[in-house]
């Protein structure tokens, strides 16, 4: 859940894997059932922007610093902690970008992953 422009109201994205468009509008009518749901929009056909952030702490040690922060630095991610056997890289993407980046570094060791699930809105 996330807040938007307006203090009263928070945004809940919900990304669903359906088999046919009878399926979405299923879950649209149920989630319009709900109590205090404003509006719920389906963007799948829309142009529409959508982003998720991925922290990710990966083993590296010192000798291996330069060679990661060369690797993430295509990717736009930042390190936002230094400890002294790891660092922890923020970036934001589409899950693809994310995938991505998460393959490259693997080898180095990913010690924990935490992902905010995708966020986003059309664009207007």
């Known amino acids: 859940m996330g807040a938007t422009e307006n203090p009263n109201v928070s945004r809940i994205t919900i990304i669903i894997d359906v088999a046919s468009h009878d399926e979405v509008e299923q879950i ?4 319009n059932r709900q109590v205090d ?12 922007l959508e982003r998720e952030v991925i922290l990710i702490k990966v083993s590296a040690p010192a000798e291996k610093r330069a060679e990661l922060l060369a690797i993430i630095q295509p990717f736009r991610a930042t390190v936002v902690d230094v400890a ?11 899950a693809e970008k994310n ?3 998460l393959r490259v570094i693997r080898p180095y060791g990913i010690k924990n992953v935490a992902r ?3 966020t986003g809105f059309t664009r207007d």
């Open 28 to 31: 649209i009518k149920q989630l």
């Open 116 to 118: 905010t699930g995708a």
């Open 37 to 48: 749901v404003i509006r719920v929009r389906d963007i799948t056909d829309k142009p529409h």
């Open 84 to 94: 002294p056997s790891s660092i922890t890289v923020q970036m934001t993407g589409n």
């Open 99 to 101: 995938e991505a980046l």
